[in-house]
């Protein structure tokens, strides 16, 4: 784990680490052979996904740090991907890359990926998100870093898992994107947006993961 004796950052040795959003919610380290069917959600900007937990400073009633993500992961707007149990520690130190390959039928939209630790009992609890919006053929991405060991625990002897929520909010965080292209500032209109992300060998979606080796 980074403790602050290193003179870098990020750190030169971490390696980055595919990990491929997959049918059936997997997230393996293998990218898909032939082209798997589009992924959908829909983004109602007046229902945004609460936030739950992070690395925030709000209100008493917004709850920061790693909080349970049942009822978010509940949600048809948020897609979910989850790795196999992993048997070996993983280290992950630097910034977090979600490389997302997707689609809106509005003029603007945003895109939000959260890393998650899963524990043995499927419980998910949020480790770090990042953001990006998206209009016309501009892109302003906020990019998280983290800290983080995944694997084995020492009040456990079941291993956990690594998690990825891909949805299109996180409100009050980060401001509701309307989808209609106009300036946050003063849009005064509201409306859903379709949303899609692709996984096939051209478009291969993931999250790439900085990983310490040993």
Not at 99 to 116: E, H, K, M, N
């Amino acid at each position: 784990m980074f403790d602050g004796t290193d003179a870098e950052w990020p750190l030169s040795r971490a390696v980055d680490t595919d990990f491929h959003l997959r049918a059936e919610g997997r997230l393996p380290p293998e990218s898909p052979p032939v082209a798997e069917q589009p992924e959908e959600l829909t983004y109602d900007p007046m229902d945004p996904v609460p936030t739950t937990g992070g690395a925030l400073l709000l209100t008493d009633d917004v709850r920061p740090g790693p909080l349970d993500q049942t009822a978010v992961e509940a949600r048809e707007d948020v897609l979910v991907f989850t790795t196999e149990a992993l048997t070996e520690d993983i280290e992950v130190t630097g910034r977090v890359k979600p490389v997302l390959f997707a689609a809106t039928d509005g003029p603007s939209t945003d895109w939000v990926a959260r890393l998650c630790d899963v524990d043995e009992h499927g419980v998910s609890r949020n480790v770090t998100d990042g953001i990006v919006r998206v209009r016309g053929k501009r892109h302003r991405a906020r990019r998280p870093s983290t800290s983080w060991t995944c694997g084995r625990t020492a009040s456990s002897s079941a291993p956990d898992a690594a998690g990825v929520q891909i949805t299109s909010s996180n409100f009050p965080r980060w401001d509701r994107n309307l989808n209609t292209g106009e300036p946050e500032e003063s849009a005064t209109t509201a409306r859903v947006a379709r949303q899609r992300v692709f996984r096939d060998p051209a478009r291969p979606s993931r999250i790439v993961l900085p990983v310490v080796p040993g």
